[in-house]
């Protein structure tokens, strides 16, 4: 059995088109990973999974741990298990910060999973709040709210993606933040690390499950939503 594999439930155009309830139970996505991110139905909120926990980040800005019966349209997991390790311990803007972290990438033609550990002297996240089904999420992304967090420590997750999967998943890097104490987090949109450890995990086959609801099933996705996706992203 392989275990180093991405595992996509969904895939993220039907999350961009506004189909925000699957009805995928935590029970089977946890059989493909137990590392990744995501949300929740009606787009409750973000996701991120960590060691086989499941944490909820509201658009309250709070961070609830949630179990295996809670439900996702989409979420991206894989069975972390890193190659290479490296540090950084010297503070860096975000710009300096992700070009640090591409130039650990040996390829932009494979899947990476990325965990990040370590204190950031400046963090700004986003979350959702729950949506109505149908509303295109770049409509959503406009009224996200905005956190900002000064001398935290935390762990960044999440994947890079090769552009060519754009229609799968969000392509280049995508990270969401969960502090050290678990009271906050969200998608990440800024950071400035000071002394952080980096694991990357080079991942070169991919998974995924095609939903069978009415919705997805009926929805005509020949429009280009690559344009939407990276607004909602950013």
Same mark, same amino acid.
């Given at each position: 059995m392989n275990n180093n594999k991405i595992y996509l439930c969904a895939p993220v155009n039907a999350l961009v088109e506004g189909i925000y309830e699957e009805k995928i139970p935590f029970t089977e996505i946890k059989k493909h990973g137990d590392f990744g991110l995501g949300t929740f139905d009606n787009l409750d909120g973000e996701m991120i999974m960590l060691d086989g926990n499941i944490y909820q980040m509201t658009a309250d800005g709070r961070v609830h741990q949630v179990d295996e019966n %809670?439900? @996702? *349209? =989409? %979420?991206?997991? @894989? =069975? &972390?298990? *890193?190659?290479?390790h490296d540090e950084l311990e010297e503070e860096m803007d975000y710009p300096a910060f992700l070009q640090w972290l591409q130039n650990l990438l040996p390829s932009p033609n494979i899947f990476y999973a990325i965990r990040i550990e370590g204190l950031f002297n400046y963090v700004k996240v986003r979350s959702v709040p729950k949506q109505e089904n149908y509303r295109p999420l770049v409509d959503v992304a406009e009224e996200q709210p905005v956190f900002e967090f000064s001398q935290i420590e935390g762990t960044l997750a999440g994947f890079f993606t090769p552009s060519y999967m754009s229609s799968l998943s969000v392509p280049g890097l995508h990270l969401h933040f969960l502090s050290a104490d678990l009271q906050h987090g969200g998608h990440l949109m800024n950071c400035r690390p000071v002394k952080i450890r980096a694991g990357i995990q080079c991942v070169s086959t991919l998974e995924m499950a095609? *939903?069978?609801?009415? +919705? &997805?099933? @009926?929805? +005509? =996705?020949r429009r280009n939503t690559a344009q939407d996706l990276d607004k909602a992203e950013k």
């Amino acid at each position: 059995m392989n275990n180093n594999k991405i595992y996509l439930c969904a895939p993220v155009n039907a999350l961009v088109e506004g189909i925000y309830e699957e009805k995928i139970p935590f029970t089977e996505i946890k059989k493909h990973g137990d590392f990744g991110l995501g949300t929740f139905d009606n787009l409750d909120g973000e996701m991120i999974m960590l060691d086989g926990n499941i944490y909820q980040m509201t658009a309250d800005g709070r961070v609830h741990q949630v179990d295996e019966n %809670a439900l @996702t *349209p =989409f %979420a991206c997991v @894989t =069975f &972390y298990q *890193p190659l290479t390790h490296d540090e950084l311990e010297e503070e860096m803007d975000y710009p300096a910060f992700l070009q640090w972290l591409q130039n650990l990438l040996p390829s932009p033609n494979i899947f990476y999973a990325i965990r990040i550990e370590g204190l950031f002297n400046y963090v700004k996240v986003r979350s959702v709040p729950k949506q109505e089904n149908y509303r295109p999420l770049v409509d959503v992304a406009e009224e996200q709210p905005v956190f900002e967090f000064s001398q935290i420590e935390g762990t960044l997750a999440g994947f890079f993606t090769p552009s060519y999967m754009s229609s799968l998943s969000v392509p280049g890097l995508h990270l969401h933040f969960l502090s050290a104490d678990l009271q906050h987090g969200g998608h990440l949109m800024n950071c400035r690390p000071v002394k952080i450890r980096a694991g990357i995990q080079c991942v070169s086959t991919l998974e995924m499950a095609l *939903p069978m609801s009415l +919705d &997805y099933l @009926t929805w +005509d =996705f020949r429009r280009n939503t690559a344009q939407d996706l990276d607004k909602a992203e950013k």
